[in-house]
């Protein structure tokens, strides 16, 4: 079965930019999406078809998707960013996760 | 406003069975696919279901194929998943979401329903 690999926690200062990885066998053939959970609550999603963001999300997250990784970049992070963070991708007829990143700004 | 209102969710002893609701609005609830994704306790996100906007078509994880059923009911806006044979690693949060065109990602979420599965 496919799947998807991120690290288990990525941390940035507030104002720099931080990166979250999603690795998987030829990713870059499909389409990536990200999601933001935060504590208690519902996930977002924040970035769709590899780098689109949806309508409300900050110009601050971008993400790309190449080869075997997609990445999800925060610019400028807020410590409202801190979250959990997870991608996803179609393989055939099943969605598959990565196992998620928490995001600590510190 | 989009709004999706999961319910059905519980208590239940292992082996046992229950039917899982969400409540769309705000939206042509008949021109979206809709999937149930779920969260284990402190754990990640897990696809578990999805189902086309004519209901015609279904998909199922490995997990839990055999064990859920996924439909709709177009006329009520309302989807559903029914859950049997239940067993303790099913324990999680359940949550109905749209899936987007093209791509398919999961556009919208509802608050989710917690299922425990006891013995």
């Known amino acids: 079965s496919y799947e998807l690999t991120q690290p288990p926690s990525v941390s940035v200062s507030p104002g720099q930019t931080a990166s979250i990885t999603c690795s998987g066998d030829?990713?870059?053939?499909?389409?990536a999406c990200w999601y933001q959970q935060k504590p208690g609550q519902s996930p977002v999603l924040v970035i769709f078809?590899?780098?689109k963001r949806p309508s409300g999300i900050p110009e601050r997250f971008s993400g790309s998707n190449s080869g075997n990784t997609a990445t999800l970049t925060i610019s400028g992070t807020q410590t409202m960013d801190e979250a959990d963070y997870y991608c996803?991708?179609?393989?055939?007829?099943?969605?598959?996760f990565g196992g998620g990143t928490k995001l600590t700004v510190l | 406003e989009v709004q999706l209102l999961e319910s059905g969710g519980g208590l239940v002893q292992t082996g046992g069975s229950l039917r899982l609701s969400c409540a769309a609005s705000?939206?042509?609830?008949?021109?979206?696919?809709m999937s149930w994704v779920r969260q284990a306790p402190g754990k990640g996100l897990e696809w578990v279901s999805g189902?086309?906007?004519?209901?015609?078509?279904?998909l199922y994880a490995d997990s839990v194929k055999g064990r859920f059923t996924i439909s709709r009911d177009n006329s009520k806006n309302t989807l559903y998943l029914q859950t049997n044979s239940l067993r303790a690693d099913d324990t999680a949060v359940y949550y109905c979401?749209?899936?987007?065109?093209?791509?398919?990602?999961?556009?919208?979420w509802g608050q989710g329903t917690l299922v425990t599965v006891s013995s």
């Open positions: 979401a749209t899936e987007g065109l093209s791509s398919r990602p999961f556009e919208q």
């Open positions: 705000g939206f042509t609830f008949r021109s979206y696919a």
């Open positions: 189902v086309s906007g004519s209901g015609g078509s279904t």
């Open positions: 030829k990713l870059g053939d499909r389409y």
């Open positions: 078809q590899d780098n």
């Open positions: 996803q991708a179609w393989d055939s007829s099943t969605a598959v």
